[in-house]
């Protein structure tokens, strides 16, 4: 099925009152069908030509907050070139694999706007389908030019080696970045912005049925307030409770922000 954070954060947002959201993807010319379904929805999607298109397998156990991955093709890596025309008050780049995005480029988007990253990609080495988690080799040179970075418990670690969340949020925050968001399952989320810590907590789910593309609604949930001017707690509360109501059902998140809000309310 498709997916990946494009798929997942551009469902997202269409149910919240967002309309001026441009998704950037880069697909194989066999798969531009899916780029039309997108389109019929009312998303705005510019769509780049890969050899081929990133293709995932996750395999889930018991523990929803841990998988197990392998990539069986990988897209060409976006270039300058390709989003030269691309311009946003918020650039948010959801990299799926550490060569998506070059150093190069993560310099000239952080020159058109604020710019917003998912690290798991940059954590992503690939080798005969599996998928390793390493380092960013660029990390503290790269950080400079983010504002706001998200990472997993897992990710957090590989990038700090830190295992406390406050210290590695203020190691992050020490190499550049201006707000940190760790996510930690179902401990919630830790958010560090202008010298202040933010714990947020994670809303009971009814039911768990599917974990993927959930840190993707948090990012979507946390930049769509940020951008309405909401405070960093504000927009933390908001985007767990995203979360909680797409973790309830298969494929990304469809429902409303009215929704969103009375889990807050409890």
């Given amino acids: 099925m498709p997916g990946g954070t ?17 998704l950037v993807t880069a697909l194989a010319d066999t798969d531009m069908g899916i780029v039309e379904d997108i389109r019929k929805e009312g998303i705005s999607v510019k769509a780049l030509h890969s050899t081929h298109s990133v293709c995932f397998e996750n395999i889930y156990g018991e523990n929803q907050n841990e998988r197990t991955q392998r990539v069986t093709a990988k897209a060409d890596p976006f270039t300058v070139e390709g989003l030269k025309d691309t311009d946003a008050r918020i650039i948010h780049l959801g990299s799926l694999l550490a060569d998506d995005f070059s150093l190069e480029v993560i310099k000239f988007l952080s020159g058109k706007g604020l710019l917003s990253v998912d690290v798991q990609g940059f954590l992503r080495k690939v080798e005969n389908e599996k998928v390793l988690a390493v380092d960013w080799p660029e990390k503290k040179e790269a950080l400079k030019y983010i504002h706001i970075l998200k990472a997993n418990e897992a990710e957090m670690e590989v990038l700090t080696g830190c295992s406390e969340p406050h210290e590695a949020a ?3 925050a020490d190499w550049g ?9 179902d401990k919630g989320s830790l958010i560090y912005a202008q010298g202040e810590f933010h714990e947020i907590p994670a809303y009971p789910a009814l039911q768990i049925t599917d974990a993927t593309g959930c840190g993707d609604t948090y990012m979507v949930g946390y930049l769509y307030m940020r951008n309405k001017g909401a405070s ?17 059902s298969h494929g ?7 929704a969103i809000n009375n889990v807050i309310k409890g």
């Fill in 252 to 258: 990304p998140f469809c429902g409303t922000e009215e």
């Fill in 177 to 185: 970045v201006k707000e940190v968001l760790l996510t930690l399952g």
């Fill in 170 to 172: 203020l190691l992050i």
């Fill in 232 to 248: 960093h707690r504000e927009a933390g509360c908001f985007a767990a409770a995203m979360c909680t109501i797409k973790l309830q």
């Fill in 6 to 22: 494009s798929f997942y954060f551009a469902h997202a947002i269409k149910h919240l009152n967002a309309n001026d959201f441009l």
